[in-house]
């Protein structure tokens, strides 16, 4: 069974920070990319940032220089570091991973978190 848990969303005022995770678990031989979204009510998934197994990093332009994305390989677990938080920001976050398995490489997608940024 392999997939993917993300947990640290909740409210918080504008100008504030959060930080989310991301669980890679079941039989996993590594974790290749790793992927934010996010969806906010009525518009369309949109791609947040993304990291290789290499540490490259990707970032949407509207939120370079306030998200980090990072890695813990030995956890097999994804962060994002959200700082600055606008209320524009307010969106389910789903996190999306290249997973290798004994069934090969495909993505997998979390169960989404809520984020909600007061103004």
């Known amino acids: 069974q392999v997939q993917l848990v993300e947990s640290g969303g909740g409210v918080v005022q504008a100008g504030g920070s959060l930080r989310l995770s991301c669980v890679a678990s079941g039989n996993i031989f590594s974790i290749y990319t790793m992927a934010w979204y996010r969806q906010a009510p009525g518009k369309q998934r949109e791609f947040v940032a993304s990291i290789t197994n290499d540490g490259n990093t990707n970032y949407a332009g509207s939120v370079k220089g306030r998200f980090a994305i990072s890695r813990d390989n030995a956890k097999n677990t994804g962060y994002l570091q959200m700082n600055s938080l606008k209320s524009e920001d307010t969106a389910v976050y789903y996190c999306?991973?290249?997973?290798?398995?004994?069934?090969?490489?495909?993505?997998?997608w979390g169960q989404g978190t809520q984020v909600t940024v007061s103004s």
């Open positions: 999306n991973a290249n997973l290798w398995t004994a069934l090969g490489s495909r993505w997998y």
